[in-house]
């Protein structure tokens, strides 16, 4: 299991994961005093990559991480993946397309 908290470990994540034929994903947020999230966590698995994403790790840019959510090639499984399609539109302006919601 790897940790992400630099802007470097991402991006070298992403890549890796760009190579995959899908990619799970799942968030953990919070919603405290507010209708909207705050993203806190985000779990990716590749076949053979395992990794969370720590998206309050100081100066982390999660670009990287949305731009692989947008990638067409790859498919995204995600399991009751309303509010996490939300958290991605709301934080990164994207939608996971295509995606597998189990």
């Known amino acids: 299991m790897r940790i992400v908290e630099t802007n470097d470990d991402l991006r070298a994540l992403v890549a890796e994961?760009?190579?995959?034929?899908?990619?799970a994903l799942d968030t953990e947020f919070l919603r405290d005093q507010t209708y909207y999230p705050?993203?806190?966590?985000?779990?990716?698995a590749a076949p053979g990559i395992e990794a969370i994403i720590d998206p309050l790790a100081a100066g982390i840019d999660l670009a990287p991480f949305?731009?692989?959510?947008?990638?067409?090639?790859?498919?995204?499984?995600?399991?009751?993946?309303?509010?996490?399609?939300?958290?991605?539109?709301?934080?990164?302006?994207?939608?996971?397309?295509?995606?597998?919601?189990?």
Do not use: N, S, W
């Open 38 to 44: 705050k993203l806190c966590l985000i779990q990716a």
């Open 17 to 23: 994961l760009a190579h995959a034929p899908y990619v």
């Open 66 to 102: 949305y731009e692989l959510v947008r990638r067409p090639h790859i498919v995204k499984v995600m399991h009751a993946a309303r509010q996490d399609i939300e958290i991605f539109f709301l934080q990164g302006g994207v939608l996971p397309d295509p995606l597998f919601d189990t």
